[in-house]
């Protein structure tokens, strides 16, 4: 379907000098260009390790940068009725699972979560759109978790499984090992000092403040460590990777 | 020429200054070759650009910027009419900008048609792999460049304005003969006059770091390894309406650039920039 309404266009921009264009188009599909664009994507996320060191924190605010508004984006509320039951009870009954390749699998309330160490950090928060919005978030730093689940050698991916699903196919995002245990990497429970709304992801979201809105997972369930993303959704890591094409590497 | 002119000049007089119609050898590699590598990837950067613009037409001045914040800048539409909302002007740009008709014939109320972005349908992944790959090509060579060029002294014989050409009086009479479309010949024209070494020195030292760095702000990534990046631009969102504005100061020393390449004779321009020979246009006879 899209191929044939393409080549229409093809043939219409013919005659309005829109060759060019519809050659762009062709060759933005062909499999050779996009591989020389996930080397150029491969690049840049060297370029960048390479010139941040991998505990640079991102820049933080103070209260008077709030945004007046935080708007949501994305799902604001699943539509699981497994999430609508832990949303009714105020998620007395739910659970956070940190497994895969753990030495001890955990499972945590959020009671016993919010009693965790937390930092608090005011940071900016990109859209791959193109917006930006500067909120206040807590949480528990990822890497006590995964500290106490204790890390297995193998592992080098960390995956985040959500509640919320886009047409059926569930939301879920990867870390590296580097941005996992980033000192601002946190899962966060609390924002701009309230509870979570759901709109931003309650019970708890994944802030990673050194890459982009669309890889900080919110109404995170599980969170899982792999050795490699291959097996994990349709492979590149993330919901909007598999099914948009976008950039698992979101630093720019 | 003269044919008895030989005779009379003495041996070890230097030869005679090039006139019209002599080819002159004005374009060395480097700057040919960067040339159009530029012309590519500034071409694919900015039509990629604004695809990416497109997600989200709205810019904002300062750290944060959201649909809730107040924009500076909005290009939208509705089934009737698009327009542009600069400050408090509304400009209406029905057919152009905000709403359009694309090759289907249905109305699109996206802010650039289709036929100014790559890839030319909505598509904000592709057009960011496109972005990011092309923003490679026009860094590296670009130091590049700018390394050979201070190395073979082009910035300093070519580009460098004399003290004389700097005189009000001297840019304001290249002023009114660029626009009585008035161009150099014979000698004269074998070197850059004070416009095009001002727009050039503009492009290269002014408006392309321009571009690279505030590209670089926009990186959540970069802001934490260089966070002066934010200082300097005065925040992210900053940054990004200062990167569209150079994109379109770059859009239009583009199309003044062609339109001289036009009215100067481009086959000898273009030729010029693809062998380095250039032949000097005649003196006009009154």
């Given at each position: 379907?899209?191929?044939?309404?393409?080549?229409?266009?093809?043939?219409?921009?013919?005659?309005?000098?829109?060759?060019?264009?519809?050659?762009?188009?062709?060759?933005?599909r062909s499999p050779a260009f996009q591989s020389v664009q996930s080397g150029a994507e491969r690049l840049t996320m060297r370029a960048q390790r390479l010139v941040i060191d991998r505990t640079a924190l991102a820049p933080e605010f103070s209260a008077a940068d709030l945004s007046p508004v935080f708007r949501t984006n994305?799902?604001?509320?699943?539509?699981?009725?497994?999430?609508?039951?832990?949303?009714?009870?105020?998620?007395?009954?739910?659970?956070?699972?940190?497994?895969?390749?753990?030495?001890?699998p955990l499972s945590l309330s959020l009671a016993q979560i919010r009693r965790l160490p937390a930092r608090t950090q005011i940071t900016r928060h990109d859209c791959v759109e193109g917006w930006s919005a500067i909120g206040k978030w807590t949480g528990v730093p990822l890497k006590l978790l995964l500290d106490g689940a204790g890390l297995r050698r193998e592992a080098r991916y960390i995956?985040?499984?959500?509640?919320?699903?886009?047409?059926?196919?569930?939301?879920?995002?990867?870390?590296?090992?580097?941005?996992?245990?980033?000192?601002?990497?946190?899962?966060?429970?609390?924002?701009?000092?309230?509870?979570?709304?759901?709109?931003?992801?309650?019970?708890?979201?994944?802030?990673?403040?050194?890459?982009?809105?669309y890889k900080q997972a919110k109404f995170v369930m599980r969170v899982e460590a792999v050795d490699s993303l291959d097996r994990i959704g349709l492979g590149k890591g993330g919901f909007w990777e598999d099914n948009s094409g976008y950039q698992w590497y979101a630093g720019i | 020429m003269e044919p008895d002119a030989p005779d009379e000049a003495p041996a070890d007089?230097?030869?005679?200054?090039?006139?019209?119609?002599?080819?002159?050898?004005?374009?060395?590699?480097?700057?040919?070759?960067?040339?159009?590598?530029?012309?590519?990837?500034?071409f694919v950067l900015l039509m990629s650009g604004l695809m990416i613009f497109n997600a989200h037409p709205r810019l904002y001045w300062g750290k944060y910027g959201a649909n809730p914040d107040y924009a500076w800048l909005q290009i939208g539409g509705d089934a009737q009419r698009g327009h542009v909302l600069i400050g408090p002007l509304d400009i209406p740009t029905t057919g152009m900008l905000g709403h359009w008709t694309d090759s289907n014939g249905e109305i699109q109320t996206r802010a650039f048609p289709s036929w100014a972005t790559i890839p030319?349908?909505?598509?904000?992944?592709?057009?960011?792999?496109?972005?990011?790959?092309?923003?490679?090509?026009?860094?590296?060579?670009?130091?590049?460049?700018?390394?050979?060029?201070?190395?073979?002294?082009?910035?300093?014989?070519?580009?460098?304005?004399?003290?004389?050409?700097?005189?009000?009086r001297h840019i304001w009479r290249d002023i009114k003969d660029h626009a009585r479309l008035r161009f150099p010949a014979g000698e004269e024209a074998r070197d850059y006059n004070i416009l095009q070494k001002l727009s050039y020195l503009a492009v290269i030292f002014l408006l392309l770091p321009l571009m690279v760095l505030t590209g670089l702000s926009m990186s959540p990534g970069m802001d934490a390894?260089?966070?002066?990046?934010?200082d300097l631009f005065a925040g992210r969102q900053s940054a990004r309406s200062i990167h569209f504005i150079v994109a379109m100061l770059l859009l239009g020393f583009i199309l003044v650039h062609?339109?001289?390449?036009?009215?100067?004779?481009?086959?000898?321009?273009?030729?010029?920039?693809?062998?380095?020979r250039y032949v000097l246009p005649r003196e006009k006879r009154p």
């Open positions: 379907m899209t191929d044939r309404l393409t080549r229409r266009q093809a043939l219409v921009s013919l005659g309005t000098g829109g060759l060019l264009l519809s050659g762009c188009d062709r060759i933005g994305g799902n604001a509320m699943p539509a699981s009725p497994a999430y609508r039951t832990h949303l009714e009870s105020g998620f007395a009954h739910w659970r956070l699972a940190i497994d895969g390749l753990v030495s001890r995956v985040f499984h959500c509640a919320d699903d886009f047409s059926g196919m569930p939301y879920y995002e990867s870390i590296d090992l580097i941005d996992a245990f980033h000192p601002q990497t946190i899962l966060a429970w609390g924002m701009n000092d309230r509870v979570l709304p759901v709109g931003h992801g309650a019970p708890l979201r994944l802030r990673l403040e050194r890459q982009l809105g | 007089e230097p030869p005679p200054p090039p006139a019209g119609g002599d080819v002159v050898y004005r374009h060395r590699w480097p700057t040919r070759l960067w040339h159009w590598l530029n012309a590519l990837s500034v030319s349908g909505y598509n904000l992944a592709g057009a960011r792999s496109w972005h990011f790959l092309f923003a490679w090509l026009l860094f590296v060579p670009g130091l590049l460049f700018w390394a050979i060029s201070l190395l073979n002294r082009h910035f300093r014989r070519d580009l460098a304005p004399t003290k004389e050409e700097l005189a009000p390894g260089w966070p002066w990046l934010l062609l339109l001289m390449v036009v009215l100067a004779g481009p086959i000898n321009e273009i030729r010029s920039m693809i062998t380095g």
